[in-house]
C-alpha cells in the first residue's frame, strides 16, 4: 500500500511556509524588517529556537537577510530580476523607454481588468486611499511625492490583481524606474496641465475600478499610459529641437557683424 506514516510539522517549517507566503503575496516587502526575535516569536506562538531555525533557513534560500546591529531584513529579491549589464543597457538606449511603456501597457491593463473582478473590498479601499492620498499631494505641488504615489496607485492594482508572478515582476520594473532607468517620473509632475491630466486620468481609473467595470478599467489604463508616451516622445522631439537651435544660434553668433 503506498501510505506512510503522518509525521508531526515541525514547528520552524511552519513558520518559514508563513513567512514565504508572506513574501511571496508582497506583504512583506524588500528591505522591510521584521519585528525583533521576541515579538516575532510571540506572534507566531513558537518558541525562540524554532524561530531561530526558520530564520537560519530563509536566511541560507536568500529570502532573509541579517544587518549587523539592525535586525532581520527581507532580502532585495527583485535585485537578480535584471543583471547590472542588462540595466546600464536600458539606460543607453532610448527605445528602451517606449518598449517599457509598451510593456506596462500591456501589464497594467490586464491588471486593472482582473483587478476589477477579482480585487476584495479591502483591495479597493487600499486603491481608493493611494489615489485620496494622490488628492491631497496634488495641492502642495511635490513632484517627488507625486511621482511616489503614482507608482504606489500603479502597484496597489496589480495587488489587488492577486497574480504574484505579475506582482513581482512589476515590482521590478518599477525598480528601475524608481532608480531613473527609463525616465525621470518627477518631470512629468513638474507642469500644471500635465498634472491636471495625470490626475483626471488617475480618478478615471480609480472610478471605473470602485464600479468595478473591468473594461473600463483597461481602458482608462491603456488611455492613461498612451498618453504618458506621448508626452515623453514630445520632449524627446522638443529636446532634439532645440538643441538644433543652438546650433544654429552658436553658428550665427561666431560669424559676427556684416
Not at 15 to 42: A, H, K, M, T, W
Not at 100 to 107: A, E, G, I, P, V
Not at 126 to 150: F, G, N, W
Not at 223 to 237: F, I
Request: glycine share 4%; aromatic share 6%.
Amino acid at each position: 500500500m503506498p501510505f506512510k506514516p503522518v509525521e508531526p510539522e515541525k514547528l520552524s517549517i511552519a513558520v518559514i511556509r508563513q513567512i514565504e507566503d508572506l513574501i511571496l503575496r508582497g506583504i512583506l516587502r524588500p528591505g522591510e524588517r521584521l519585528p525583533s526575535e521576541r515579538e516575532l516569536s510571540e506572534r507566531l506562538g513558537v518558541s525562540r529556537p524554532s524561530l531561530r531555525d526558520a530564520i537560519a533557513s530563509l536566511q541560507n534560500d536568500g529570502l532573509l537577510a541579517s544587518k549587523a546591529g539592525a535586525g532581520i531584513f527581507v532580502a532585495d529579491v527583485l535585485g537578480s530580476a535584471f543583471s547590472p549589464a542588462l540595466t546600464r543597457l536600458f539606460a543607453r538606449n532610448d527605445e528602451a523607454v517606449f518598449d517599457y511603456l509598451s510593456f506596462r501597457r500591456d501589464m497594467e491593463g490586464l491588471a486593472a481588468e482582473r483587478a476589477a473582478r477579482l480585487a476584495s473590498d479591502t483591495d479597493l479601499q487600499v486603491i481608493d486611499a493611494v489615489y485620496r492620498k494622490m488628492e491631497s499631494t496634488y495641492v502642495k505641488r511635490s513632484p517627488e511625492d507625486e511621482a511616489q504615489l503614482d507608482a504606489d496607485f500603479h502597484l496597489a492594482i496589480i495587488e489587488a490583481s492577486h497574480n504574484v508572478i505579475m506582482l513581482h515582476m512589476m515590482r521590478s520594473m518599477y525598480q528601475l524606474l524608481r532608480e531613473g532607468v527609463f525616465y525621470n517620473r518627477q518631470i512629468m509632475f513638474k507642469q500644471r496641465t500635465t498634472r491636471d491630466v495625470l490626475l483626471a486620468q488617475h480618478a478615471k481609473i480609480n472610478a471605473a475600478l470602485q464600479s468595478r467595470d473591468p473594461q473600463g478599467a483597461r481602458d482608462a489604463v491603456i488611455a492613461h499610459l498612451n498618453y504618458v508616451e506621448q508626452s515623453l516622445r514630445d520632449d524627446v522631439k522638443a529636446q532634439a529641437n532645440e538643441a538644433i537651435a543652438r546650433q544654429r544660434f552658436e553658428h550665427e553668433q561666431s560669424k559676427g557683424p556684416k
